[in-house]
Structure formats: structure tokens, C-alpha cells
């Protein structure tokens, strides 16, 4: 019989009569042959999102933002996310950052230049969280991952000429 032993930072997820079994972190356990098993990490993944987008007013900004995300019930991650190899992390990473570029380009399709610079930390970074809270759920339907942190971290403007002219004017 196999042991299989986990790192603080992971968790150890068995099947067992057909349904999936955190054994927790920092696992060590003998195994059954043809029992099926996976390590889930469990520290803090960040996915980084990065777009440009023209505001209401016509004026292309540029926005960079993360999302700290953690898994917490590992079993309900590995039904969703196949943690076998890095696929499985990248592609909840790629959802994550999905559904924050998505919120984002509608928010600031929907305001000026100056209301996405001033409201950035407030409106557009509130936005964001809540359309990723409502794709990772709560519950027994959610990912099993919990939101440590999301930000709209910084805003640019794109075009050099008016980035000028407006620093020229404060």
C-alpha cells in the first residue's frame, strides 16, 4: 500500500464510496490500491488581470487589477478544477480574470475618464468583487474558494498627448 504524504500548504482529497474526502492539510496516509487521490493547494493563488478599455467619453484607459483567491474546501475545487498537474489552478486563475475583465469593460463602458480615475478603489473595484464572488458562490454550488482580496489596482491613460496636457493643467 502506497502512503501518500501532503506539504502544510496542501490538501489531500480521496475518494471514498463514490464521494470525495478532505483528509486536510499536512496529510499522511496509506492508501488502498486503485484509490483515486489528488493534492489541492491551498495557499493564496493570485490571478492578475490586465485590459485597456475607452471610457463613456471616448479616452482609452489602461487597468491593471489582481484577485486573491484561496481554496478552503478542497473537495468541492477538485470536482471543478482537475489539480493533477497546473491545469487546474491556470484555469481557475483564467475564470477568475475572465469574469473581472468582463465586469470591468462593462463598468467603464458605462463612465467617464474621471469617474473611473477617481472611482476606482470604490465603484469599479467593488464591481469586480461582486461579479467574482457571484461566479465562485457560496455554499455547496461554489468553487470552494473564498476572496481574500480584489483590486483595481492602477488606471492609465493611454494616449501620451492628453496624459500631457492633463498633468500639465494640475
Given at each position: 500500500?502506497?502512503?501518500?504524504?501532503?506539504?502544510?500548504?496542501?490538501?489531500?482529497?480521496?475518494?471514498?464510496?463514490?464521494?470525495?474526502?478532505?483528509?486536510?492539510?499536512?496529510?499522511?496516509?496509506?492508501?488502498?490500491?486503485?484509490?483515486?487521490?489528488?493534492?489541492?493547494?491551498?495557499e493564496q493563488q493570485e490571478a492578475r488581470f490586465e485590459m485597456t478599455q475607452e471610457t463613456r467619453d471616448g479616452i482609452p484607459l489602461r487597468f491593471k487589477g489582481s484577485a486573491v483567491l484561496r481554496i478552503v474546501r478542497?473537495?468541492?475545487?477538485?470536482?471543478?478544477?482537475?489539480?493533477?498537474?497546473?491545469?487546474?489552478?491556470?484555469?481557475?486563475?483564467?475564470?477568475?480574470?475572465?469574469?473581472?475583465?468582463?465586469?470591468?469593460?462593462?463598468?467603464?463602458?458605462?463612465?467617464?475618464?474621471?469617474?473611473?480615475?477617481?472611482?476606482?478603489?470604490?465603484?469599479?473595484?467593488?464591481?469586480?468583487?461582486?461579479?467574482?464572488?457571484?461566479?465562485?458562490?457560496?455554499?455547496?454550488?461554489?468553487?470552494?474558494?473564498?476572496?481574500?482580496?480584489?483590486?483595481?489596482?492602477?488606471?492609465?491613460?493611454?494616449?501620451?498627448?492628453?496624459?500631457?496636457?492633463?498633468?500639465?493643467?494640475?
Amino acid at each position: 500500500m502506497p502512503i501518500v504524504r501532503t506539504k502544510p500548504s496542501e490538501f489531500l482529497v480521496v475518494a471514498e464510496r463514490g464521494r470525495l474526502a478532505n483528509r486536510g492539510a499536512a496529510a499522511s496516509l496509506f492508501l488502498r490500491r486503485r484509490t483515486a487521490w489528488v493534492k489541492v493547494p491551498g495557499e493564496q493563488q493570485e490571478a492578475r488581470f490586465e485590459m485597456t478599455q475607452e471610457t463613456r467619453d471616448g479616452i482609452p484607459l489602461r487597468f491593471k487589477g489582481s484577485a486573491v483567491l484561496r481554496i478552503v474546501r478542497p473537495e468541492a475545487a477538485a470536482q471543478l478544477f482537475d489539480f493533477s498537474g497546473e491545469e487546474g489552478l491556470a484555469a481557475m486563475k483564467t475564470l477568475a480574470c475572465n469574469a473581472c475583465l468582463a465586469e470591468l469593460r462593462d463598468q467603464v463602458s458605462h463612465m467617464t475618464m474621471q469617474e473611473c480615475i477617481e472611482q476606482r478603489k470604490t465603484t469599479l473595484t467593488g464591481a469586480v468583487q461582486a461579479a467574482l464572488e457571484a461566479l465562485v458562490g457560496a455554499g455547496e454550488g461554489g468553487w470552494g474558494v473564498t476572496l481574500d482580496s480584489v483590486r483595481v489596482a492602477q488606471v492609465f491613460i493611454v494616449d501620451q498627448d492628453l496624459r500631457r496636457q492633463l498633468e500639465a493643467e494640475t
